[in-house]
């Protein structure tokens, strides 16, 4: 998702479904598109879950881009189609600033490059119904928040890595 402002974040979340879980760690790499302009700037969150769907974890997203504000806000998403279901709430914005995790969310992870910041956090949920979220900055500043849910498993669920990568052109 992009932004056409001349400062602006660019977002994006990827996810490998039924992954082998790692005896020690997995290893992301990340490659520029021949083409991507130079002076693109690439920081990333990674996570991984178990208990996710193993063929077709992906239920609801929803993107939402911002002007000049302290809350990275998102969603709502469309109903979940099950209960238990991994919320994930990502957000970045163009200021050196200071991400907090918004209210009834955990598993918070953050990175502040000189120039801007990525946030990612989740929840998990036992109801069906429409997802929100939001990411706390420290500084107004164009920003976009992405919200994605995943569809679990009671028992015997698959392994869920999720890359969160910000860029800004």
């Given at each position: 998702e992009r932004w056409t402002p001349t400062?602006?974040?660019?977002?994006?979340?990827w996810y490998a479904k039924n992954v082998t879980p790692a005896v020690g760690t997995h290893t992301v790499t990340i490659?520029?598109?021949?083409?991507?302009?130079?002076?693109?700037?690439?920081?990333?969150?990674?996570?991984?879950f178990s208990g996710i769907d193993k063929t077709s974890p992906l239920d609801q997203t929803a993107v939402k881009k911002t002007a000049t504000t302290n809350v990275i806000d998102v969603g709502p998403t469309g109903a979940t189609i099950q209960s238990e279901e991994l919320v994930c709430v990502a957000g970045a914005s163009i200021s050196a600033s200071t991400h907090t995790v918004g209210a009834g969310y955990s598993n918070f992870h953050?990175?502040?490059p000189a120039v801007a910041q990525v946030?990612?956090?989740?929840?998990?949920?036992?109801?069906?119904?429409?997802?929100?979220?939001?990411?706390?900055?420290?500084?107004?500043?164009?920003s976009i928040g992405l919200i994605a849910t995943f569809k679990g498993v009671l028992a015997g669920g698959g392994f869920l890595v999720l890359l969160m990568k910000r860029g800004r052109t």
């Open positions: 400062a602006s974040p660019v977002v994006g979340l490659t520029y598109i021949p083409g991507t302009p130079p002076n693109i700037a690439i920081t990333a969150v990674i996570d991984e953050t990175t502040s946030s990612m956090q989740s929840k998990v949920v036992s109801v069906i119904g429409t997802q929100s979220g939001e990411i706390n900055s420290s500084n107004a500043s164009n």
